[in-house]
């Protein structure tokens, strides 16, 4: 009887296992090749804020994070969230010992957004910010020594990330870093040091990968976001190596807010075939638009790697006229993503005003629109889908 019981038992523990695996590996047909997250969102100045001392999710001027801005996302058609985390000052230096309470809050947000449904990415992001903290690519150009203490590092909060969410399922997807660049924004010491720093983010990548692989569970199998020197999709193409990968999962991460002064500056007012040429950018176009994604398309998806443009995003504006062009924009953007089999995740800062820097669509709190964004969601959805 009690050989009985353990080959029951035995039985019981196999078939759990067995159903675990299923939640984390899914064979290549069903999931390797068209892996794709959608129209997304990023839940931006919120876990990814900082100050020279103390940083929480409220230190850029947003509230914090709750579950009805999470379910209201979900509820308008996103399909993924991109949730930026800078962890720089709740790791204990020099050993990069993560703040329990810091990655509490993170796996409290991360649970939101699966039990919404939605597909996740969490990343480092202001880590690498303009060199200026310990994901420092300018000195680890300048130092072997340096770069070797920046990969240790790397390693070690890396091996905390992934071990903390190894049992989380296929929604969940690890970015390596954000937009790692020297200070010059892809117009620094990279255009003129011969590819070293392409070759230091390249390595970063891959010791990010194999960091991420090591832990098991539903990591082993995990797709993993990787982005190439500051995200610039042009950069990107011509100089990022893909990690080497056991299991071929990985997908190229770029930004996208071209023209930057129209997107970002509001230094123009109008985009597009029929705006006003003297309040446009003279670059930056449908054209260029569409050219760039093609070129994405070629060189990545067509090769079953997955590409998503994790930002993009225009501010608000303060008239109707001016919020025209911005719509038009925002949705020529969708759906010339969706021609190229291209996710695409709207960068939301949760300001509301108008003008440079302002780009919120939900109140952090309620989850409630602001402005007219109930309109901007709207067009943006209808067109990518």
């Given at each position: 009887?009690?050989?009985f019981?353990?080959f029951?038992l ?13 939640q984390c ?6 999931d ?30 947003n ?32 050993d ?56 240790h ?10 071990t ?26 990279n ?40 995200t ?19 997908m ?13 500056l ?56 001016d ?12 759906k010339?993503a969706?021609?190229y ?7 939301d800062?949760?300001?509301?005003g ?29 067109s990518y889908?």
């Amino acid at each position: 009887m009690r050989k009985f019981y353990l080959f029951i038992l035995y039985f019981v523990v196999t078939f759990l296992c067995f159903e675990s695996c299923k939640q984390c590996t899914k064979t290549q047909s069903e999931d390797s090749k068209m892996y794709n997250l959608g129209l997304g969102w990023n839940l931006g100045n919120s876990l990814d804020c900082y100050t020279d001392t103390i940083a929480d999710e409220t230190s850029w001027g947003n509230k914090p994070v709750t579950k009805s801005l999470i379910d209201s996302v979900k509820t308008c058609g996103f399909q993924s969230i991109r949730i930026p985390v800078t962890w720089k000052n709740h790791l204990s230096m020099p050993d990069c010992m993560i703040d329990p309470q810091w990655m509490n809050r993170v796996a409290e947000v991360v649970s939101w957004c699966e039990q919404a449904g939605l597909k996740v990415i969490i990343n480092l992001h202001h880590d690498g910010a303009d060199s200026k903290f310990w994901l420092n690519i300018k000195q680890a150009s300048a130092s072997e020594e340096a770069d070797s203490v920046i990969k240790h590092q790397i390693e070690t909060v890396w091996n905390q990330i992934a071990t903390r969410f190894k049992d989380c399922g296929d929604f969940l997807v690890f970015e390596g870093f954000n937009e790692i660049h020297d200070g010059g924004w892809g117009w620094g010491a990279n255009r003129s040091d011969f590819g070293k720093q392409y070759q230091i983010l390249n390595s970063w990548n891959q010791l990010f990968v194999n960091t991420v692989r090591a832990t098991g569970g539903c990591n082993s199998s995990r797709w993993l976001g990787i982005p190439g020197y500051v995200t610039n999709p042009e950069l990107t193409m011509q100089y990022l190596e893909l990690p080497k990968d056991t299991v071929n999962k990985l997908m190229v991460a770029v930004h996208f807010y071209d023209p930057f002064d129209y997107t970002l500056l509001n230094k123009f007012t109008q985009w597009g075939k029929d705006a006003d040429p003297k309040k446009c950018a003279k670059h930056g176009d449908e054209n260029s638009m569409d050219s760039l994604f093609f070129k994405l398309n070629e060189k990545y998806v067509k090769n079953n790697i997955p590409v998503y443009i994790g930002e993009f995003g225009c501010v608000h504006r303060d008239n109707s006229e001016d919020e025209k062009f911005r719509i038009y924009y925002l949705s020529t953007l969708c759906k010339t993503a969706k021609k190229y089999n291209l996710s695409a995740l709207y960068w939301d800062n949760g300001y509301s005003g108008a003008g440079e820097e302002q780009s919120g669509l939900f109140d952090r709190s309620t989850g409630e629109f602001f402005n007219n964004s109930r309109e901007v969601v709207k067009a943006m959805i209808e067109s990518y889908n």
